[in-house]
């Protein structure tokens, strides 16, 4: 099956300073891939999608200047928590699809990365 | 805005009991996705649904899109404590291409 792969897995840093997260499509190429973020026992929200060669879209409310998404290969899309400060802590989750098709096809999901700003 | 609410929100069984969760859409879906998360980690696919009407199992899980492809129900026969997790529904979000947009989730115990 396909496998994508997220690290960190937890990271704790001070307010103030930034965060990259990295994540992987491993036997996959995956031209879009999806960040979201889940707060203890809530739902998943998808914050921005990252587009290969090109700019990530970004959901309302999300601020993109705060969280940079680059996604410079068909493997790879990083996001940077830029001055983080203790509201930014969060699951921080990358998925991507195997299949390019407009039709929906099922997300794999990273491990995800918790992040603790202090 | 689009919403996909769940419900129960949580959901405690002993095992050995049935379990079913309810997914409903504000819009209309041209599919619906079923994933599980267990405790401190990631989403897991489980199944797509398309037809409108349409009825899945997998072993002891059966998965169910409405009619009017606004609800699906997830529902799970004689519960196992490996069923433990937040079972969540997910749809097309309008105008989203392949974006998805995830339901309230139901966190699933399950008790010997």
């Known amino acids: 099956g396909a496998v994508v792969s997220q690290h960190p897995s937890w990271v704790i840093c001070k307010s103030g300073t930034s965060v990259k997260i990295e994540c992987r499509s491993l036997d996959f190429q995956a031209t879009t891939m999806f960040w979201y973020r889940q707060f203890p026992k809530q739902s998943l929200m998808l914050m921005a999608t990252?587009?290969?060669?090109?700019?990530?879209?970004?959901e309302q409310g999300v601020e993109k200047d705060k969280f940079l998404i680059n996604h410079a290969s068909l493997t790879l899309s990083t996001l940077t928590v830029t001055s983080a400060h203790p509201e930014d802590s969060s699951f921080y989750i990358c998925s991507a699809s195997r299949s390019t098709s407009s039709y929906n096809s099922p997300l794999h999901f990273g491990n995800g990365t918790r992040l603790t700003v202090t | 805005g689009q919403q996909v609410m769940q419900i129960p929100q949580y959901q405690h069984v002993q095992e050995g009991e049935d379990f079913t969760t309810y997914c409903n859409s504000s819009?209309?879906?041209?599919?619906i996705q079923w994933y599980k998360q267990r405790p401190g980690g990631h989403p897991v696919f489980l199944i797509q649904?398309?037809?409108?009407?349409e009825v899945k199992k997998q072993k002891r899980l059966t998965f169910q899109f409405g009619e009017a492809k606004k609800n699906s129900s997830l529902h799970i026969t004689a519960t196992q404590t490996t069923d433990v997790g937040t079972y969540f529904c997910?749809?097309?979000?309008?105008?989203?291409?392949?974006?998805?947009?995830f339901g309230t989730g139901t966190q699933l115990k399950v008790e010997l």
């Open positions: 819009t209309t879906l041209s599919n």
């Open positions: 649904l398309v037809k409108s009407g």
């Open positions: 997910a749809g097309p979000l309008t105008g989203g291409g392949n974006k998805l947009t």
């Open positions: 990252s587009n290969e060669g090109s700019k990530a879209t970004y």
